[in-house]
């Protein structure tokens, strides 16, 4: 399927059931593929409610607070390369950052003001202000897996890639607290590929982001 660019306003429609169709990924196979224009974006890091899994290895780790009802699980695995690897560990953290931001629907959070930037930063900030408007929210289980620096330039950019599980994921509306449950499907996993640029204070912030749902180097994952 071919891979199209969209504006930042059009994203946002076009991509209103990113993460709130989770489990199955829906049946809109036009959606299966997107690109935010200018956006988005051996150890193992295991599950967390109130703090990166990484933090007794990282004194300046972020603390997420995710909702009772949601359950990040982060496998990473170490490269052996120190560049890489605190890539790897921002993205990762970029991850949760996302996750605890449409969890408490508050778009800009400290840890959203952290790992994301510019236009990026702009529309999942807008992104969870849309979808908490309309009356959502998100619930259930995400893995994040497969992270792999593809490319690094002058120790200041790089493009890197990992694997979203949907399949225990699901929206829910905040009012009655209903959770809208959607059959799992190859849809449910998610490639995410990134380019991140380094910021003055050291961290890696995901600058510009795309994604393709049933990919199956995720799938297989």
């Not at 290895?57 to 909702?67: C, E, L, M, Y």
């Not at 949760?96 to 959203?112: C, D, H, L, R, Y």
């Not at 619930?139 to 620096?149: A, C, Q, S």
């Amino acid at each position: 399927m071919t891979r199209r660019t969209l504006p930042v306003a059009a994203a946002l429609a076009a991509t209103a059931a990113l993460l709130l169709t989770a489990c199955g990924g829906g049946d809109d196979s036009s959606k299966d593929n997107d690109k935010i224009t200018g956006a988005g974006t051996g150890e193992s890091d295991s599950p967390s409610r109130s703090a990166s899994p990484s933090a007794s290895a990282d004194k300046n780790a972020p603390s997420f607070a995710f909702p009772s009802d949601i359950k990040v699980t982060v496998d990473r695995q170490s490269t052996g390369d120190a560049t890489k690897d605190a890539i790897l560990r921002d993205v990762a953290y970029s991850t949760q950052a996302n996750i605890e931001a449409f969890g408490k629907g508050v778009g800009q959070t400290t840890n959203m003001n952290r790992y994301f930037a510019a236009a990026a930063l702009t529309y999942w900030a807008n992104r969870v202000e849309t979808v908490k408007k309309d009356g959502l929210t998100v619930t259930g289980d995400y893995r994040y897996y497969n992270f792999e620096v593809t490319d690094i330039t002058n120790g200041k950019s790089a493009a890197a890639r990992y694997c979203e599980d949907q399949s225990k994921a699901y929206g829910k509306e905040i009012k009655s607290g209903k959770v809208l449950r959607t059959k799992a499907s190859s849809k449910s996993f998610v490639l995410y590929t990134l380019q991140a640029q380094k910021d003055a204070a050291g961290d890696w912030q995901v600058t510009q982001q795309n994604w393709k749902k049933g990919d199956a180097s995720c799938v297989q994952g």
